[in-house]
């Protein structure tokens, strides 16, 4: 209903990181194809992950595919084209968890909860939410990336005004978070691509 209509194979995911299908991974982008959700600055959106079905009892991601979350917004007026997204959500590898951001979402049956931020403009917003699976990112190409996108209109906002970033733009096929061995360097050496988290966390 508020996510932008994406490809028919949901299990496929994006390796060319100068795709279009980087921005929502949608077959229509088209605003007007899509209904938009009503969010307060502030408060929290619980986004979900299904490997082949919308129930809490699919496995979201195989287990196998290992590695980070990202969360992006952009105003809906760009459709997410040229420089328009910021970063609002990051999780990678927790080392006292030994769990990957893949591993949480598995484990509360597809979810993830993020907190939109306040210091940000009202208005009407892409969410384009990422999980990038690592398994094969040994190799340049390998990692695979999975985006969707949800239309939100952000209420009780004030003013802000984050350092945007293109999509495709944002990541290389070199990055260390992107091209990357899983099954050698270990999670705690891991740097998750992209820009850095707007808001920067309170020091």
């Known amino acids: 209903m508020f996510i932008r209509p994406y ?3 949901k299990t496929q995911p994006v390796r060319d990181l100068t795709s279009p299908l980087l921005v929502c991974r949608a077959t229509q982008m088209s605003p007007s194809a899509t209904k938009i959700l009503p969010v307060v600055a502030g408060s929290q959106l619980t986004v979900e992950w299904h490997h082949y079905n919308d129930q809490d009892s699919d496995n979201v991601i195989s287990p196998s595919h290992r590695g980070p979350c990202l969360v992006y917004m952009a105003p809906l007026e ?10 609002i959500y990051e999780q990678g590898y927790d080392a006292t968890k030994n769990m990957w951001c893949t591993d949480v979402v598995r484990e509360a049956h597809g979810k993830l909860t993020v907190t939109i931020p306040t210091e940000i403009n009202n208005g009407d917003y892409l969410l384009r939410t ?3 699976a690592l398994h094969n990112a040994k190799v340049v190409g390998g990692a695979q990336l999975f985006p969707n996108c949800v239309q939100i209109t952000v209420t009780g906002a004030t ?6 970033h293109p999509i495709p733009g944002i990541y290389n096929s070199t990055d260390p978070g992107i091209l990357f061995n899983i099954y050698k360097e270990g999670g705690a050496t891991y740097e998750i691509p992209g820009p850095p988290v707007y808001p920067p966390p309170a020091q």
């Open 159 to 164: 003013f802000g005004s984050p350092e945007l």
């Open 130 to 132: 990422e999980i990038i």
């Open 7 to 9: 490809i028919p194979a």
């Open 78 to 87: 760009s459709n997410g084209q040229g420089y328009s997204w910021f970063k």
